[in-house]
């Protein structure tokens, strides 16, 4: 089983052991084509608001985390086409930061990489170490992206617990039909905001949610709840294709 979601072989990031490693540019996306759903932080939401329903996924409220919801079935991620391509939509930091990774060790986070990603290899793209084993250029580069999305992570966390203190997330199913032969898929584990809730708060919780930016996110996510229907498009679509095809 994968852990770390889309990594089959997370090692840690070793100096002498990935010493004449290299990585090859990619432009495939066939890592998160079985993902319905792809985590976001905070910072993404206007930009992912564009072109995803960004909703929240999780076993609960208290477990709810942000996510770009990008398929409307299960293993089905309706932006990623059967050569790998990604559609000319925004690509979450989540993806990017792929191959690499920061994964917890007790108390602090070690930078990890996939080992299986076929992009690695001593031939040929930028080295991860230059000549004299220092960190390249390009690595560095990825280190600093690292620590930035994880900084970005606990920003994010914070808000959900106050979407939480505040009572504001309510569960929702998603089903949308794509055929009259076809049954409606069902999305469960899905939490959005609830909006009458958080016209009701009291205008100094409503203060301290605009004062602290909590409320440009929140309204992100509302509106982006129009391209539900983008996403039923999408599907409709593929699933036309596919009875052409077949």
Not at 28 to 53: I, K, M, Q, S, W
Not at 83 to 105: M, T
Not at 114 to 139: I, M, Q, R, V, Y
């Amino acid at each position: 089983m994968k852990t770390l979601l889309i990594y089959d072989r997370p090692v840690p990031l070793n100096r002498e052991l990935h010493r004449h490693w290299r990585l090859r540019a990619n432009a495939h996306f066939t890592y998160v084509a079985t993902l319905n759903a792809l985590p976001l932080v905070g910072f993404e939401f206007a930009l992912a608001a564009r072109d995803y329903p960004v909703v929240f996924a999780g076993a609960s409220a208290a477990q709810a985390l942000p996510v770009a919801l990008v398929g409307l079935r299960a293993d089905e991620n309706l932006h990623v086409d059967a050569e790998g391509r990604w559609s000319e939509c925004y690509i979450p930091a989540f993806v990017r930061r792929y191959p690499y990774a920061l994964a917890a060790d007790g108390e602090r986070f070690q930078v990890v990489l996939d080992e299986a990603w076929p992009g690695f290899n001593t031939e040929e793209g930028d080295p991860l170490f230059d000549s004299e084993g220092n960190e390249s250029e390009s690595l560095k580069r990825t280190l600093g992206f690292l620590e930035e999305y994880q900084s970005h992570i606990r920003t994010t966390q914070a808000f959900v617990g106050e979407l939480n203190r505040l009572g504001l997330l309510e569960s929702r199913q998603l089903q949308r039909a794509t055929s009259a032969d076809e049954p409606a898929p069902v999305l469960t584990g899905l939490w959005m905001i609830n909006e009458d809730k958080l016209k009701a708060l009291p205008a100094d919780q409503a203060q301290a949610l605009l004062k602290n930016g909590a409320l440009g996110w929140i309204y992100a996510h509302l509106l982006s709840l129009v391209n539900l229907d983008r996403l039923g498009a999408r599907l409709a679509q593929r699933s036309a294709s596919a009875a052409s095809a077949a």
